[in-house]
């Protein structure tokens, strides 16, 4: 479990089904991520829950501190098409512009560069997320490629762990 002074990140698990569900049909998430069926969102939690065993890290769900309540997503995915590990970060869109998704994402990038050890991390946004590729250029993110994920277009920024060090 990840701590700021505002958030706790906890891993996801299948039993986050029904929340993943609910946040990916917010019309605002959706735009940008997709949406899931349920049985999409048990899968993909799933998946989730296996990379946590075999990599050490997964995506977590957001909660707010001071009442428990789940308000998104961040940590870090493993890309096997991609070798990359991503970062990412997705909020219910009543939390956005509060700096959540930036103060999760800075604990995490701290996490995966600290006791994790990687070099290197990415993170996939998709074009028209101006809000999104705002955090990632906060955080020291810079353009590397374009690409495609999910059949989604994503514009690719990176950050490695020395070019962190300084921000």
């Known amino acids: 479990m ?17 929340w993943w569900v609910r946040l990916h049909a917010d019309a605002e998430v959706n735009r940008f991520v997709g949406g899931y069926t349920r049985e999409q969102a048990a899968a993909r939690l ?22 428990g309540e789940a308000i998104g997503r961040s940590g870090l995915n493993w890309w096997e098409e991609f070798g990359e590990t991503e970062i990412g970060w997705t909020l219910a869109s009543p939390y956005w ?20 050890g990687l070099k290197q991390i990415t993170a996939m946004i998709h074009p028209d997320n101006t809000a999104s590729a705002a955090v990632a ?11 495609t994920v999910i059949g989604r277009p994503c514009v690719v920024h990176a950050l490695t762990r020395d ?3 300084f921000r």
Do not use: K, M, N
């Not at 959540?100 to 990038?109: D, G, H, K, P, Q």
């Not at 250029?137 to 490629?145: A, N, Q, S, V, W």
């Open 2 to 18: 990840i701590t700021t002074e505002r958030l706790r990140l906890r891993p996801l698990t299948e039993a986050d089904t029904d």
């Open 97 to 116: 512009g509060r700096g959540y998704a930036t103060e999760a994402a800075r604990a995490v990038l701290d996490w995966g560069f600290g006791p994790l």
């Open 163 to 165: 070019d962190a060090a």
């Open 137 to 147: 250029r906060r955080l020291g993110f810079t353009f590397l490629r374009e690409d």
């Open 46 to 67: 799933h998946a989730i829950e296996q990379q946590w065993t075999q990599r050490g890290h997964g995506l977590c769900a957001v909660e707010l501190r001071s009442t």
